[in-house]
């Protein structure tokens, strides 16, 4: 947890922001993996943490504007409590800790929401995520799962303030970008063929818990990049293949970190395989130079496709105008997805939220293939965090399925592609900060360009 001061202050400019209302957050309860006491490893709300810092399941809050109270919602520990988990703070010291006065019992939360309502006071909540939390906003307000959209008011005012990260959230990302950095490094030493996904993986999860933290997502590392998100780890590295990876640390503040690095099973890459993680590598270290404040980050993203057209046109991929080609979407064969999303206390930060609202404004997204997988679209500001990625992946399915279509023929050579069905995919990854004059990179750096990968095998 950060000072006391700091989640009061946060408190303090959301109410000053809505206005009005009462704020209802959910904390997450506890998830049976197979029954109810093998949970799954618990992970509180990323809001209810920015505002409350207290990764306690079982507790809801309220921030009621109109009359200025903060209400934390939780049982105390019985015995029984004692006896399996051990002696704990109780709910009001834990909630003393971050500015809190007033704590009530979870049961009590109810019957406030019901006044609150009588006496014609909105009452504001976040978009649902998870089931238990659509069945108490069904239980509590009577709203069924498929009108439980959220208050817009709400959505917008956390936003903006989880959207600017403050030094305290930036020492916190920097140490988590560091473990992840380690995390990578690990596994570009280890990786050889004749080893399995899975051996790899424990290397990387090694790193993670020898410092203390968790994983912010599910590890991809694979042999088949290709697939975007691919979390199976049981195949056999051989010789020849493309390693992906795209992993990150999670620290127990909440605060992540995502990298992506693409590897040779063997010493060094083959020539085809250079040929195009130097493209790849163009892609990047271009939107990287692009970054500063006022830019949108959807131009950055036309950028970084229009440097993979040149560069696959070298190759004989792909042919005409690069700027005719990003525009009408032929690009997306090779690059089907975003150039990078917002990242802190969720590694994918607030898409909970929706989208929209965090890297779009409240804008409309693109519906076209693969721009609308852009989730980071508005201008850079002071303060963002996000990640650079983009990609380059050969897609067997994809490639038939637009070939037998004759989609883009006007960009593509099908006839050229077909020689590099099997390739895989490369992806490299970093994230960065946007300060007042430019951008700056957050934790170690991990190898990029083909020597620096190469030089580690």
Not at 50 to 60: D, N, P, Q, R, V
Not at 184 to 205: D, F, L, Q, T
Not at 236 to 247: E, H, N, R, T, V
């Amino acid at each position: 947890m950060f000072d006391k001061e700091t989640y009061v202050q946060r408190r303090a400019l959301l109410k000053k922001n809505i206005g009005s209302g009462v704020l209802l957050f959910l904390g997450n309860d506890e998830q049976g993996l197979n029954y109810e006491d093998n949970a799954f490893r618990y992970r509180q709300d990323s809001t209810f943490l920015y505002y409350f810092g207290l990764s306690f399941a079982g507790l809801s809050a309220i921030i009621d504007v109109d009359e200025d109270k903060e209400i934390i919602f939780g049982d105390e520990l019985t015995i029984d409590h004692i006896v399996w988990m051990g002696t704990q703070p109780t709910l009001k010291e834990k909630s003393e800790r971050v500015g809190i006065r007033e704590t009530q019992p979870s049961a009590e939360i109810v019957s406030y929401l019901h006044k609150a309502v009588q006496k014609g006071q909105t009452v504001h909540y976040l978009p649902p995520y998870r089931p238990e939390h659509k069945l108490k906003l069904m239980d509590w307000l009577g709203i069924p799962p498929a009108r439980q959209e959220g208050s817009a008011p709400f959505i917008r005012a956390v936003v903006a303030q989880r959207n600017y990260k403050s030094a305290e959230e930036i020492v916190e990302i920097e140490k988590a970008c560091d473990v992840t950095a380690d995390m990578h490094i690990k596994a570009m030493e280890v990786i050889r063929p004749g080893m399995y996904e899975y051996e790899v993986v424990a290397e990387m999860n090694r790193v993670a818990e020898m410092n203390n933290c968790e994983l912010s997502f599910p590890t991809i590392a694979t042999i088949n990049g290709q697939t975007l998100h691919n979390h199976y780890h049981g195949n056999k590295i051989k010789p020849g293949d493309l390693f992906l990876i795209d992993a990150g640390a999670e620290l127990p503040s909440g605060y992540c970190g995502d990298m992506s690095s693409t590897v040779p099973a063997d010493k060094t890459f083959t020539s085809k395989q250079r040929a195009v993680y130097e493209i790849q590598n163009a892609m990047h270290l271009e939107s990287v130079k692009a970054l500063r404040p006022g830019i949108p980050y959807m131009e950055v993203y036309d950028l970084s496709a229009r440097v993979m057209v040149e560069g696959l046109k070298g190759l004989g991929l792909m042919k005409g105008n690069a700027d005719d080609a990003v525009r009408e979407g032929a690009h997306a064969l090779f690059y089907p997805h975003g150039l990078g999303h917002m990242m802190g206390l969720d590694v994918h930060d607030m898409e909970n939220l929706g989208e929209v609202w965090v890297g779009y404004d409240g804008q409309p997204k693109s519906t076209q293939f693969g721009r609308k997988s852009q989730r980071l679209a508005i201008p850079l500001e002071p303060g963002f965090v996000h990640t650079v990625e983009p990609g380059i992946y050969f897609i067997p399915e994809l490639i038939d399925m637009w070939k037998g279509e004759k989609k883009f023929m006007d960009f593509i050579n099908y006839d050229k592609v077909e020689e590099y069905r099997d390739f895989g995919g490369i992806r490299n990854e970093e994230d960065y900060l946007i300060t007042e004059t430019g951008a700056r990179r957050l934790g170690k750096k991990i190898p990029l360009t083909p020597e620096e990968v190469e030089a580690l095998r």
